[in-house]
């Protein structure tokens, strides 16, 4: 009930960091543990419960930001269940005590935090290399496709390009419908331009979407219109017309059984597209990134680079580049997370994968058939 009003990604995050709790309580306590001192309200229970997690969580080997919003989620839960329970059970006198105590734990455990990774951080966007090996493999025509169906091909590419070119988030991507693409004549450059639409899908809501982890938009700051180039949006047309098929659902993304793609079989795929990549390849990605697979999240941070050095480079400062990137890649205008990306921008190795017509990608536009 509290977590109403999250994404359906972020409730299930939240979900399994309190079942992390729920586990540790288990197996130093006992089953049920966490549920009987919440019932019973007893402080003194929950504050062991809660020291020992946090001490758990803080002795791992490698820690990071996620650690964090663990123990954070955690200690939110046990907080807000029993500010719950006592509010609606307890008499009065009982309540300023539980009240008290509460206000104690809140205060102790509230300064602890788990230690951060020493660890700097690492630029998350593809080597060129790797990105040049990814348009190479995913073409539908390529020997060294991983995939044997023309329709999974195509299924696989499309992902590729929109997630790569458009900057969308998995969730995002798996929203689209197959009408997406808009076009209209544009008076001030006099010549006709392509959009999508980046939002809640009409359908999600009806019973057309059967999948168990259904996609949502994650805040009111990414619904946003994109432009989209010519190339991408035949390549989608032909896709829709070719070998999308005609499943009863109205999203773009199809699989083989005719039902919409999962967040699930979308990470299974990227983890056959890695598997398929050249050892060669796979090195610089180990020596550059320190990851051994590519993750449809990649793809948006590597659009985020280079469309942040293509701004700069027509002439846009810095903090009006930034302002525009957080209207493309749907983040607040108080957003940190274009900063994260601008010491990346001048990294030859990367930029040069695309000339400054990023959308135009030539060299595999060839390779498919009209």
Known sequence: MSNHDLAASSQVKKLRYIESLYGHADRQFGAHALDDALGNLNDVVLAEILESWFISIRNQPSVGPADESRWRAGLAFVGSVVTWLSKSTLPTDRLRQIEARLHRLSHLYGQLHVRRSRQP??????????IKALYEMLDPTSATNPFARQHTRWLAFISFLLMLHQGLRRGELLLLTADVIKD???????????????QESPYSDDGDDPRYSRPSIKSANSVRQLPVSEAVAGLMQTYVENYRGRPGHAFLLNTQQDSPLSTESLTKMFLKISAGLPP???RELKDRSGKQSVTPHDLRHTCAVVRLNQLLHHGDSMDEALQKLRAFFGWSRESQMPVRYARAVFE???????????????????????
């Open 121 to 130: 951080s690492q630029v998350r966007s593809l080597p060129a290399s790797v």
């Open 184 to 198: 209209g004549f544009d008076e001030r450059q006099q010549r006709s331009r392509c959009w999508m639409n980046v």
């Open 280 to 282: 060669s390849i796979l």
């Open 348 to 370: 030859d190795r990367l930029s040069s994968v695309w000339n400054n017509a990023f959308d135009d990608r030539v060299e595999i536009l060839r390779a498919i058939p009209s």
